[in-house]
């Protein structure tokens, strides 16, 4: 069992940052490639970005390629989203995920064993 707690959310001016964490705790943290999605109201959970399980690797969304960045730091358990320029097409709540090492289909929901109860991200116009 893992369990994964988001914090870093709130308000911001549009074109400003912000960075999410995710706190792991319970099984081994570096055991499994994590991951971000949001959900914003009426639509579906949507993939962000995903990190490998030694942070070799990395994948992003079109959407915000170029703007974000993912990291983790094993050591601490725990993962960030770094989020840059952001626009009000990225207001959501943001979700971090853990799932088993190399998942063929990383951008479904269903491919994620553990998820966090979501941090809201809101982006003034």
């Known amino acids: 069992q893992v369990q994964l707690v988001e914090s870093g959310g709130g308000l911001v001016q549009a074109g400003g940052s912000m960075r999410l964490s995710c706190a792991a705790s319970?099984?081994?943290?570096?055991?499994?490639?994590m991951a971000w999605f949001r959900q914003a109201p009426g639509k579906e959970r949507d993939f962000v970005a995903l990190i490998g399980w030694s942070g070799r690797y990395t994948y992003y969304a079109d959407s915000v390629k170029g703007r974000v960045t993912i990291s983790r730091d094993n050591g601490k358990n725990t993962m960030y989203l770094q989020m840059n320029r952001l626009n009000p097409e990225d207001a959501a709540v943001y979700f971090c995920a853990a799932g088993a090492v190399g998942r063929s289909n990383y951008l479904s929901p269903d491919e994620y064993d553990y998820w966090g109860q979501g941090t809201q991200v809101t982006v003034a116009s």
């Open positions: 319970g099984r081994t943290f570096s055991s499994y490639d």
